[in-house]
Each structure stands twice: as structure tokens, then as C-alpha cells.
């Protein structure tokens, strides 16, 4: 299948001690981490597009761009939509947005890029030669 804009994706959790601001060391309080939506809308992001693409290829984050509007509590859910609004050759940009029980608590827009697996993962590796 084509990627093309339109494509939608969502993600979910609970807010737990293990994603509050304190737990990823990013904050004092006991509400979900800035990271962990931040890694909610990358999730969102690529699992409505990897499953479409061609064995072998992933694609991987390479830009963020959000504002995280409002704390979310422990015990609260939150979901993730995505949106692909551009395609420009391996180059991905969605629309992102989470939302918990009550409030919208962050928007903005995140970019993936397409990989070859095999060398994307030798890229990677020659730096452990380099050390």
C-alpha cells in the first residue's frame, strides 16, 4: 500500500507511577511525564504506518514539536490520535494529539523517516568501532 495523507493512528495508557514525571526524572509531581506522551505520540505515529510498509523497512523519530497543555493524574487514561499530513519521499509528518478523560493535554507534530532496516542497523553498529 501507498502512503499517502489520511492515515490515522491511536495509542493508549493509564497513568501509573511508572509514567509520572518523577518515575522518567523529568519533573517532581505525580502526573503523566511530558516523555511518556511525547513516547505515546510516537507510537501512535508509527504503528498506523509501519504496518504498511515493505518487510525490512521501519520507519524511525527524528523530530518532535509539541506543547503539553495540562497534567493528567494517576488513574486517568490517556489516548493518542495521529494523523499523516505529509509525505515527502522517506519523510513522514504527522498531526499528533492527546487527550485524557476530561481535558486535550498536548498537540503538535512529529516526523518519522522511512529506514532500511539492514542498513540502518550497520550505521548504528560502526559506531561501537569508532569508540
Do not use: C, W
Amino acid at each position: 500500500m501507498e502512503l499517502k495523507a489520511g492515515i490515522k493512528g491511536e495509542a493508549k495508557a493509564t497513568v501509573s507511577e511508572d509514567n509520572t514525571a518523577i518515575a522518567f526524572g523529568s519533573g517532581s509531581v505525580r502526573v503523566f511525564a511530558t516523555p511518556a506522551m511525547v513516547g505515546l505520540m510516537e507510537k501512535a505515529s508509527l504503528s498506523s504506518v509501519d504496518p504498511l510498509l515493505e518487510p525490512g523497512f521501519a520507519t524511525v523519530g527524528t523530530k518532535v514539536n509539541i506543547k503539553h497543555l495540562a497534567a493528567t493524574p494517576i488513574g486517568m487514561n490517556v489516548v493518542v490520535n495521529s494523523l499523516l499530513i505529509e509525505v515527502d519521499g522517506k519523510r513522514l509528518v504527522f498531526e499528533v494529539e492527546a487527550r485524557d478523560d476530561v481535558d486535550l493535554i498536548g498537540t503538535g507534530t512529529h516526523e518519522r523517516f522511512i529506514v532500511k532496516l539492514d542498513s540502518f542497523f550497520k550505521r548504528a553498529e560502526s559506531k561501537s568501532t569508532k569508540q
